[in-house]
Each structure stands twice: as C-alpha cells, then as structure tokens.
C-alpha cells in the first residue's frame, strides 16, 4: 500500500511526468488514436526536462553576471525575462505551476461560459508562467503547495487571464477593425493604460504608419541575436567595470575578460533558446486539447491571442514602441545605479514585445504623438515595477532574472502584499477578486457587438 | 511536405497559425501527410520545412530563409487569407483537396 501512495506522491512532485500525463489526459478526452497519446505524452515529459536543462544554462550565465555586478557596483543586478525567471522557478514549483495551470483552464472556461466576459484565453505560455508567478507567490507566502495553493492560484490565474483580454478589447477593435479576436498577452494592463494615455494625450491626425521609418531595426526581431547584443554589451560593460584582476582570477579560470563576458552572454542566449524549446513541447498538446474543448464548450467565445496578432496592423510603431520603451528602460537603469537601489537592466524582448504592443494601442486613438506616450508610460512600468515584486518572490528573490510585464508585475505585487497579511487575507482576497469580476458582468450591459451580429 | 509557421518566440503566434493550417487542411480533406510545426525565427533553417509561414514584419529577420517558400500572411487571423495562400501551395503541389 506505501509503495502505490509513493509511486502516486512521486508522480505528482515530478513535474516532468506530470505534465506528461496532463497531456495524455487531453489527448484521451480528445479520442485520438493510442499511439498519438504515447507520442504526444512522451514529447511532453521530454519538454519539461528539456525546459529544466536550459534552466540550468541560464543559471550556469546568470551567476557570473550577478557576481561582477555585485563586485563592480555593489548592489545587486537583475535582468527581467519572463522565460528565465520561469524556467528556474519550475524547477522547484514545477507540479503546483502545472497543477495550477489545470484549475486555471477550468476557471477560464466556467467564467466565459457563465458570465460576459467571453475570453478564452490561448496563449499557452502565458498560462504557465502566471500559473508559475502564483505558486511562486503563494508558495512563499506561507500557504504550502497542498491543495489551497493550487485551486486559489488556479482562481487567481483563471480569473486574471479571462478579465485581462476584456481591458484591451476597445482598443483591439480600433486595431483590427472587427471584434473577432481579443488580446491575450500578459502586458494586458500596461497596453490598457498606453491606449488610455494615447486616448488623453494624443493626436490620431497623425497615425505612426505615415512616417517613412527605417528598416534597419528589424534584424533585431531575431531574439538570438538581440539577446546576444545586447547581452553582450551588459557583460563587457561589466567586465570592464569589475576589472580584469576580478574576473579573470574568481571567474574565468584566466581566460581574457572580454572574452569571457562575451561569452556568458551567448551562454544565456543559448539557454533561452533551449527554455524556448522546452516550452514549446510542453504547450505542444495541452494548448491544442484546451482550445478544442473550451471551444466546444464555450458558444460564441472570443479566442485571446498572443501579442504579435497585431503587429501587421502598425509595422511603424512596433519598432517606435521598442525603440522608445527601451530608452526609457536605460534612462531608469542609470537613475537607478545613481540611486543605489537594486539595479534592473533593461530586458530586450520584454521591451520589444510589450514597447511595441504599447505604441501599437497608443497610436490606436492617439497617432505617433500617443505611440511614444503610451510606450514611453509603459517602459517605466515595466523598468520601475520589478523593484517592488523581487520582494514577493521569496527565494526567487536574489536570482538574478524575474518577471517582466505588467500582467505579472501588477498583481504579482497585489498578491504579494496581501500574502504578508497571512494566508486568510489571500484567501479572501483572490475569492474576492474572482466575486468582483462576476458581479461586474452581472451589473455590466451586454456588449454592443453582440447585439449588431 | 512539411508546413512551419515562425514568429519571434515561437510560442503563441506561430502554435496558433499551426493549429488554423491544420483545421484548414482537415476542412479541405487533404490526404496527404503534410506536418505543421511551428518554431522562433531565429532557429528556422532552410531545411526545417518546405514552406514557412510568418507576418510581414519578420521578413527582414528572415535572411536566411529562401524567399520563394515563404508565405508572408499580412493578417494572422483572417481565415480567408490562410486558406487563399495554402491552397495555392497545394495547387502548385500537385496535392489533392477539396
């Protein structure tokens, strides 16, 4: 009898085969033949241990990064990527994250079936990571990784994911001229604020994509190749900073310092692409067995996809956006090294995803003049705002990676104050999130679109 | 034949152009086997697949990738556009549908 709870307990505290039998479960419910459930379990579990390896070049690059900034300036660095953070996260709250992301998918279909908010939300990683910011958070928030940590994440994820597409969706039917498709990223909040700030502010005679703008930006969209710039320039900078003596007797074993800071970075690219890898064998079955079913059980449901759906409709203010975000990213980080605070180096793809997306929606009413505020506005969100979660991450804390955009950051710190308050007020408070979102579609008027149809 | 949709990360974006090809090509009762795959632009090589799929965009981060088998889709979800495009491939394949 010990030896079946054992196997049953080793099951579940292994993410990997977790996540495997997760997917074996939606390929069953979908009836597909038994060797597409083998294949598919099998590339699953593979892809989690996939995900742990490239955890593991990342740590292996982000440590050296940590120690030269720690010698070189004397406070600690971090670089804000939501792959790396998650990908060393999973590694010890792997089975609650996958546990929450299940309860999470429930809670997404129930609220869209029952209330207005229609949104079902497809991006598959988006859902593992906030489902792994909420094990992370209340994990160390003393709440345990028994069962209330995993259907209160699962509450708060479901809920958070179905409501934050609802916050875009007056500018994504200016974007895309139909009301077809909704936005399901997880800057959802900080692109609300740009497209109300370019609404305020703004100026929508002159639209971005007027403007005769450079191409030559667009290599950068090549995320191994901007993470390795960019990277790169942060290592030698710091290299040079913490001097030769430094890195070349504690670090590199010898090896000249530009060298090697050269190569660390690469090392870090080289562990997002294997993170990126990972992800995608993990999601492979399960977003798929998601879709179908809550398709099937959602009528009229309004699918919530990922950030680049809009980028074709302003190719100028996705390079603008970047651009701009990136810049207010740099400024904050020097604010900051002057302030002796915590140092947070501007991320290059939280910066292009979430500056692109910002201009995009405050170009939306608010032409190039509200493109630059609203991306401007939601840089130093997302430059300023992982200063104040690093303390909610409990040991996650001190690595030298964290959350990226808005939709982690905001009620990450949301949670995460409630959490000191002890485990009763998160519990009343996620319940009460969840009671807030179904008494405003209760109290709120149909849609217009729904009537037009 | 091999179909690969690409996008920046290769996570959101190109899984769901993926999962629309896919639809599409059971809607329009393709026979043969044709796999679909999706991946991040910057780890796609020429022999990954005989056609790409991305938005136009990504066509200046796409150097590397022969421009006569890729199929820039200038919205990502407009249904019309997908089935125009890859039915085009199929015709020009040689690949029954309906």
Known sequence: MNGILNLFVSIVQSPAMLVGLLAVLGLILQKKKATEVIQGGIKTFVGFLVLTGGAGILSNALTPFAKMFKFALHVQGVVPSNEAVVAIALVKYGSVTALIMLVGMIVNILLARFTKFKYIFLTGQAMLYVSCLAAVILVSAGMGSGWQTILLGGLFEGTLLTVTPALCQPFMRKITGGDTVAMGHTGNIGYAIAGWCGKLFGNSKHSTEDIEFPKALGFLRDSTVSITLLMGIVYIVLAIVAGPHFVETKLSAGTNYIIYAFIQAGTFAAGFAVVLQGVRLILAEIVPAFQGIAMKLVPNSKPALDVPIIFPYAPNAVLLGFFVSFLVGTISMFIMVGMHTTVIIPGVVGHFFCGAAAAIYGNAFGGRRGAVIGSAVNGLLISWLPLYILPVLGDLKMAASTFADTDYLIPGILLGKLGSFGSVALTCGIIGFTVVVILVSVLMKSPKQAENK | ?98
């Open chain 2, 1 to 98: 034949m091999k179909f690969e949709a690409l996008c920046q990360s290769g996570l959101g974006s190109s899984f769901m152009v993926q999962m629309n090809i896919q639809n599409l090509l059971k809607q329009e009762n393709v026979k043969e086997d044709i796999q679909v795959d999706h991946s991040d632009i910057g780890s796609a090589t020429p022999d990954q697949a005989d056609y790409f799929f991305l938005d136009p965009t990504l066509e200046t981060s796409a150097g590397n990738l022969p421009k006569d088998r890729l199929i820039i889709l200038n919205s990502l979800v407009d249904p019309n556009e997908l089935k125009e495009k890859v039915n085009a491939i199929l015709d020009k394949e040689g690949i029954e549908h309906s």
